[in-house]
């Protein structure tokens, strides 16, 4: 609040106070409700003597400025020459006609509801898609802050360039490197975590109306992207060797899609990985009818048994592969650091729409992460996390051995890699009353419906094992599967009714 008072002018102090306080109020800077500085706070600030202000005080009360009221101060009242705004309101803005036609693909409220349980202090998660918490390497990047802070001083809190800091994307096309990748520091782009890569592509590529290709089930974030921009999504059935390629080119005989989304290797949610054989296959329908490929390879270095199989991009010879990677299934989630490697003059209109969104990714976490990965620390935290999540794993495994029904029929794959148990319940089990059950019982997992486009066919959830702890792995599976069998048990004691369900009494 902004007072001047000048001690030569032949005017009372107290009337100058009064006058600037009643011209703040009156062009609507002290609007009616504020709350004015007590006498003796405001007269120490302009070096007065507390009765000057209170006189001021006063005078602007008298002329209806101004109200005391006990436990508040005082406060501004609305001059009769101000107009009542409330008095001539309009009726509620009516928010829903205001956003787009595409707003509705942004709804999550399951997704929400899920991540808002899993946070309760003694629910157990396995929806999380989060790495083991507790091998978070808080010493080494202790140690890196020191070294980049000696080295670099102020300029590590400076902007980078749109597209990333160039050391860390000479990196990250090393690091690429050793997974078969073969990407130039032009072909890079850092991303504020993979999902930005998403975001981006889908600006870039989609208008209202474009189709795009998904699996399906699939990673639910690409698709609510995806539709947020008025795309038609058609989804391809997938089994344990990746997408049905036959209908997949049957599909693209009769459209032309704008690109193809896969995750290829330990796909989510399925855990599935896609066979050298088909990932061939697809490139070359790629190929015949030149259509680009999105890969998200969010897990793909989260292997613990098994052969190891090219990404899609490993394979590409001809530039028609999108490549997306994150480090937040490996390092903190909280990082949110991912890259992107597609054809230069790609990286060129994606760094256009990037400094659209954000000018550019959190340039501290750019240089840390840069001296993590020089340092060797990467790979030495990368063989610890392997060496955890494939004990958190088996001993996920061991649990649903040990504790599922004998005589409900359930399936599932012990998964190579990645951070998901993809578990096959029974037709009969109705997911919505297993799923409050399972909450009751203090567990909380991702159903199948969430990652599905139309009305998923059978009964599928989503488990997570590495983000409880260790010693609460088998008790969260101990208490799913309770639910499942009281909620199973139920459905074979019920009636089909028109309304749904009845319990036989």
């Known amino acids: 609040m902004l007072i001047t008072i000048d001690r030569n002018h032949p005017e009372p102090l107290y009337i100058q106070i009064k006058n600037r306080l009643r011209a703040l109020i009156e062009s609507g800077s002290l609007p009616p409700g504020y709350c004015l500085p007590p006498e003796r706070k405001l007269a120490e600030s302009l070096g007065v003597n507390r009765t000057t202000v209170l006189n001021a005080y006063r005078d602007l009360k008298s002329e209806g400025f101004l109200s005391s009221h006990v436990g508040q101060g005082t406060v501004v009242c609305r001059p009769v020459s101000m107009p009542d705004i409330e008095a001539s ?14 707003a509705d693909a942004y709804s999550s409220d399951i997704t929400r509801e899920i991540l808002a349980i899993a946070g309760q202090k003694e629910m157990i998660s396995f929806a999380a898609g989060i790495a083991i918490p507790e091998l978070n390497p808080i010493a080494e990047i202790q140690e890196i802050w020191k070294c980049i802070n000696e080295k670099y001083g102020a300029s590590i809190f400076h902007h980078v360039p749109v597209e990333g800091l160039a050391a860390l994307r000479q990196s990250i096309c090393t690091l690429s490197g050793s997974r078969g990748i073969r990407a130039a520091e032009a072909e890079t782009m850092i991303l504020s975590g993979s999902q930005q890569g998403l975001d ?11 189709t795009v290709i998904m699996e399906e089930p699939s990673f639910f974030c690409a698709r609510q992207i995806f539709e947020g921009c008025g795309a038609r999504i058609i989804g391809i059935p997938l089994d344990e060797t990746g997408m049905n390629l036959s209908m997949l080119e049957s599909v693209l005989k009769r459209l032309k899609p704008k690109f193809i989304y896969t995750i290829p290797t330990f796909h ?10 088909n990932r061939q296959e697809l490139l070359r329908l790629a190929y015949r009818y030149h259509l680009p490929i999105v890969e998200d390879d969010a897990y793909g270095e989260l292997r613990y048994d098994g052969e190891q199989v ?9 530039g028609y592969v999108i490549y997306l990677s994150t480090f937040s299934k490996v390092l903190f989630m909280g990082l949110r650091i991912g890259w992107l490697h597609a054809p230069a003059q790609v990286i060129q209109k994606l760094t256009s729409v990037k400094q659209l969104s954000d000018l550019h990714t959190n340039s501290l976490a750019q240089y840390i992460l840069d001296a993590f990965i020089r340092n060797k620390y990467y790979e030495r935290h990368v063989r610890r996390v392997l060496a955890a999540n494939k004990e958190r794993r088996d001993i996920m495994h061991e649990a649903l051995v040990r504790y599922a029904p004998k005589d409900i029929p359930l399936k599932w794959a012990v998964p190579q890699g990645g951070l998901y148990f993809w578990l096959q319940l029974p037709d009969s089990v109705p997911m919505a009353r297993f799923y409050e059950e399972s909450v009751r019982n203090g567990v909380v997992f991702v159903p199948d419906r969430v990652c599905c486009l139309e009305e998923p066919l059978g009964n599928h959830i989503r488990l997570n094992f590495t983000y409880p702890a260790a010693d609460r792995i088998s008790e969260g599976v101990r208490k799913l599967m309770e639910a499942l069998e009281k909620v199973y048990r139920e459905s074979e004691h019920a009636i089909c009714t028109p309304g749904g369900y009845a319990p036989i009494l």
Do not use: C, E, I
């Open 89 to 102: 309101a309009p009726l509620p803005l009516s928010w829903r006609h205001v956003y787009n036609q595409n």
């Open 200 to 210: 981006l592509l889908a600006r870039l590529f989609v208008s209202p109306g474009d």
């Open 268 to 277: 989510n949610p399925t855990g599935a990985v896609m066979s050298l054989q």
């Open 310 to 318: 090219p990404s899609l991009k490993a394979l590409d010879n001809h």
